[in-house]
């Protein structure tokens, strides 16, 4: 069953490069980050979990934890988070769960269509986890997926965006239109009457009956 906008995170208990993690607790009452890679010591994931690493005071500015999964175990997390600092410059201080058991991965439907094919022919490529991006809110509900492929690597300028998008929209009668950075104008949501958006949110630029742009209020 694949997890999808607005369920909740599923919940478990696994090893990582910070220790044990009891996830949701581990979540507390922020936003968190959970994203997962093929496997360590491999190109492409160690340039994003060095991007990750870069980011770290852009992720703690907005009240967000990141911590990554992959199907090999800590001993090789430790080794390889070495090589991501190397060629970060930072320390990669976010946790990095062991999930050689398969159990987060399947947890989330973190594995590709070949996965499910029957053992026999499977090579170690069609279990490897694909690069899933999950964004969790402070409910512990899922606000955004994103899933690249294992030959793609991921744009954490994008991810951050839309980390910014999701908490401006969070609970509040917006949605952002297309390229939406923070400081741009949203969309107020249909469910609002014009009237009513200029009370609360005054001046409106209105394109289209249904398309009207407000500040964002600071």
Known sequence: MAVRINDTAPDFTAESTAGT??????????????????RDFTPVCTTEFGAV???????????????????DSVADHEKWK??????????????IIDDVSLTVSKA???????YYLPAEGRTPANSATVRTVYII???????????YPMSVGRNFAEILRALDAVQATD???????ANWVPGQDVI?????????????????DIKLPYLRFAKRPV
């Open 137 to 147: 809110g402070p409910d512990k509900k899922v606000r955004l997926t994103m899933t």
């Open 171 to 177: 609970g509040v009668p917006f949605a952002t239109p």
């Open 53 to 71: 690493a870069q980011l770290a005071a852009e992720w703690k500015k907005r009240n967000t934890k990141v911590i990554g999964v992959s199907v």
């Open 188 to 204: 107020v949501a249909l469910a609002v009457s014009t009237d009513d958006a200029k009370a609360r949110f005054g001046e409106l």
């Open 82 to 95: 070495r090589d991501i600092e190397a060629f970060s410059g930072v320390a990669a201080d976010f946790p």
């Open 21 to 38: 993690i009891n996830f949701h607790d581990w979540l507390g009452d922020g936003y968190a980050i959970l994203f997962s890679h093929p």
């Open 108 to 114: 989330y439907d973190m594995l590709p269509a070949d």
